[in-house]
Nanobody, 122 residues
Framework: QAQLVESGGGLVQPGGSLRLSCAAS????????MSWHRQAPGKERELVAA????????EYAESVQGRFIISRDNARNTVDLQMNSLKPEDTAVYYC???????????????WGQGTQVTVSS
């Protein structure tokens, strides 16, 4: 069945970098937009970055523009998030998401990974 597995989280000092990776399986990759979200304690889950299979616009939260880069490998069914110039405000659990592009035809399908912790602290 559908499965998303995140990896790459950890502890990093302010100004440092981390790369998160999400491995997907169990669904038709080409039908889904992939994205990263994050959630800090006491706060709402927010979109960090999203990338379609092809031909669409990559979307970033204003708070990470110029610092984070999302990419997907359609041969490996993975989506990565390169995080640079990290700030303490980036501390959160980061989740991988797969959302179907055409719910009118295929139904509204939305899958989530278990999350990976990112802590930015000196």
């Amino acid at each position: 069945q559908a499965q998303l597995v995140e990896s790459g989280g950890g502890l990093v000092q302010p100004g440092g970098s981390l790369r998160l990776s999400c491995a997907a399986s169990g669904f038709t990759w080409s039908l889904y937009t992939m994205s990263w979200h994050r959630q800090a304690p006491g706060k709402e889950r927010e979109l960090v970055a999203a990338v379609p299979v092809t031909g669409g616009r990559i979307e970033y939260a204003e708070s990470v523009q110029g610092r984070f880069i999302i990419s997907r490998d359609n041969a490996r069914n993975t989506v990565d998030l390169q995080m640079n110039s990290l700030k303490p405000e980036d501390t959160a659990v980061y989740y991988c998401n797969a959302k179907i592009r055409n719910p009118a035809l295929f139904g509204d399908r939305d899958y989530w990974g278990q999350g990976t912790q990112v802590t930015v602290s000196s």
